[in-house]
């Protein structure tokens, strides 16, 4: 069964950076589109970022100009750049991404288990 596991994540001090990774677990034929989560302790999820199969992108305005999303199609894998990080930025980093598993299978939904961010001041 084909998992998300986020990389990247750790401690770093306000004004650092951090980028995150996004590999699957299993081959995959291709990924239709990439999206990056966060959830701060007590606070709702919310959508941080997202890349589309054409390289389309968006951001919560929270985070543009600082964060930057992209993807690798020939290695299948999804980062999320994150530049000078601020406190607020702290919380849980989930990518979820539509795959195809193969050339004629149905698109799914997947998500990782998420990888902590934390920026000290």
């Known amino acids: 069964q084909v998992q998300l596991v986020e990389t990247g994540g750790g401690l770093v001090q306000a004004g650092g950076s951090l980028t995150l990774s996004c590999a699957a677990t299993a081959s995959i034929y291709r990924i239709e589109a990439v999206n990056w989560y966060r959830q701060a302790p007590g606070k709702q999820r919310e959508l941080v970022a997202g890349?589309?199969?054409?390289?389309?992108?968006n951001y919560a305005d929270s985070v543009k100009g600082r964060f930057t999303v992209s993807r690798d199609n020939a290695k299948k894998m999804a980062y999320l750049k994150m530049s000078n990080l601020e406190p607020e930025d702290t919380a849980v980093y989930s990518c979820e991404e539509i795959l195809w598993l193969g050339p004629f299978d149905t698109p799914r939904q997947y998500w990782g288990q998420g990888t902590q961010v934390t920026v000290s001041s």
């Open positions: 890349i589309t199969s054409g390289g389309n992108t």
